[in-house]
């Protein structure tokens, strides 16, 4: 094995250990998360470069291994763009368009440096099925649990 194999090798074992201590894939051993890295990418931005674009197509579902980013939305009726939430290391975003595609409704901004692990959905469904599964099921609780706190937040304004 070469010297860059075997930097990408320890690489990805880094990247397994960081995940490992994310709730996100809590139910997932050593062997899942490295097969979930032979799917998808991971990818480097800096701050204040777009990881999403808003109104752009994008079927991608991303997860943040390191840093923080902003996701800002920009009126439909116009008016001045405004950031409605933080995200941290080991929080997802994107799931939306892993299952629906099209456009995206908000922008993602990288405050800090960041690394996100970037998954498409044709990356999904080539996943073995456990690990699709396993996928899906923490994609969907990611989901529910968005949807439950927006709509906490709902009722604080009623």
């Not at 860059?4 to 997932?28: C, G, H, I, P, Y």
């Amino acid at each position: 094995m070469t010297d860059q194999n075997n930097s990408a090798a320890e690489q990805k074992e880094k990247w397994v250990d960081l995940l490992q201590t994310m709730d996100f894939f809590k139910t997932f051993d050593r062997g899942d998360l490295r097969e979930l890295f032979s799917f998808g990418q991971v990818r480097r931005f800096r701050a204040k470069e777009y990881i999403i674009k808003g109104d752009v197509l994008d079927s991608s579902f991303y997860f943040l291994l390191h840093g923080r980013a902003d996701v800002i939305l920009k009126p439909k009726t116009g008016g001045d763009a405004q950031k409605i939430a933080v995200l941290q290391d080991g929080e997802c975003f994107g799931e939306v368009a892993i299952w629906l595609g099209g456009s995206r409704s908000a922008s993602v901004m990288a405050t800090t440096d960041c690394s996100v692990y970037e998954l498409n959905k044709d990356e999904l469904e080539r996943m073995a099925i456990p690990l699709q599964c396993k996928m899906v099921k923490r994609i969907a609780y990611s989901m529910a649990a968005k949807i439950h706190e927006n709509n906490q937040q709902l009722v604080r304004f009623m």
